[in-house]
């Protein structure tokens, strides 16, 4: 059973069949990884442009990485030292790649719906690296595949993602992910971080941490994006991670196997102490890992659709 | 597809994987250097079937592993089904052994070309040798087997299928005509 769509621009809509397909397939990469040799030549002669709008460390060179272990010839792009800055526009950019024969553009904008516009002006297969405020599905299928590694299965599964939900694709698209596959999903932050009628996504909202840490197997701890102006949203640093930053004494009051996620990059002291960071309860270093498993997964599931 | 002719059962599969056993060991002078690669699928339970076999030998239990060349085949951009992947498993190390490497059906050699390919990337082993439970002709690349169970010249459109316990609840080896090619 192939994919059900061409691209990859979020979780929304995505069926449970094709969560399951790239999960799985992302366990063969995933023994790839592990070789003296970490290559296929299975993407042989494609060529992957990655459109990177947006800083990034963790899923430039992941991406980067899952495309040469695929052998396919990876072209990287980034704003700062391109045509961007003269003017020329993201159409303009988008076409002119396209006029030199590309099969796949990974992208990442700070515009949501950018990738599926992209989708209307190119014939490439286009994925979406994270899109402004809205997806990021990548990161949600390497966060389900880690949780899945540690708990086995989805079912009544109780996941609590933690920290800025309002402006955090990270969060949209495990949401939508996980209610898909059947886990139990809240939320919890400070109540100026969580959107109005989040609940109409089926999930729970908690704005006790203490409460979050007692009631789910799994917490998904966000990034507080400072660059994003998250200072606005609550008082003082010292007063978040006063009522919502998380360390081992407050893991150890509550509840003792619980397992802690987080995308990166950290600010440690701020969602997480640095002995939660480097600690036990932790898979941050694993979610790496396993992004470029997923990552080949995705490519070799797009990339020889016919 | 319809079944032509039954080529063997049980017991024929069984009498050629014994001799199959006698000729690697008389090859390799007896099993010291030897590990088993199976392919995926029907190649795996030849595979562990023929360790079985050089154990009630020589009373020793060679190492096996699992190749899936799915990453390594050449007919991506012409084949209309996405081909499902699963997980190689070779957790021996394959370096300065001599590795037989085991398939049911030996057809256009396609397939062999992959996993010499596959297994190159797992360490570069002193000889591997390869052993074909039916030999069906059509060769499109310069590959030949070590081991033969059984030639079996075929027409284009006929299709040799093995059915193993494991899987299909029976041990037998058919002759299919296959329509639509």
Known sequence: MPLSNRHLLGMQNVPKEDIQLILDTANTFKEILERPIKRVPTLQGKTIVNLFYEN?????????????????????????????????????????????????????????????????????????????????????????????????????????????????????????????????????????????????????????????????????????????????????????????GINSQRLEKNKKDILILHPGPINRGVELSSDVADGPYQVILQQVTNGVAIRMAVLYLLGTLN | MNIKAKLADKETIDRILVRMAHEILEKNKGSKNLVLIGMRTRGEYLAKRLREKIKQIEGIELPLGVLDVTLYRDDFRTRIKQPQVSVSNITFDINDKDVILVDDVLYTGRTVRSALNAIMEFGRPSSIQLCILVDRGHRELPIRADYVGKNIPTAYKEEIKLKVEEIDGEDAIYLIENENK
């Open chain 1, 56 to 244: 990034s460390t963790r899923t430039r060179i992941s991406f980067e990485l899952a495309e040469k272990r695929l052998s396919a010839d990876a072209i990287n792009f980034s704003v700062s030292t391109s045509s961007v800055s003269k003017g020329e526009s993201l159409k303009d950019t988008v076409k002119n790649i396209e006029a030199m024969k590309v099969d796949m553009i990974v992208i990442r904008h700070s515009v949501a719906g950018t990738p599926y516009m992209l989708t209307k002006l190119c014939d490439a297969n286009i994925i979406n690296a994270g899109d402004g405020i809205h997806e990021h599905p990548t990161q949600a299928l390497l966060d389900l595949y880690t949780i899945r590694e540690k708990k086995g299965s989805f079912e009544n599964l109780k996941v609590c993602i933690v920290g800025d939900i309002a402006h955090s694709r990270v969060a949209l698209s495990n949401i939508f992910a996980l209610k898909t596959m059947g886990a139990k999903v809240s939320v919890c932050g400070p109540s100026t971080m969580i959107p109005k009628f989040i609940e109409e996504l089926g999930v729970e909202v908690i704005y006790n941490i203490d409460e979050a840490i007692q009631e789910n197997d799994v917490l998904n701890v966000l990034r507080i994006q400072l660059e994003r102006k998250a200072r606005e949203y609550f008082p003082s640093i010292r007063e978040y991670v006063k009522y919502f």
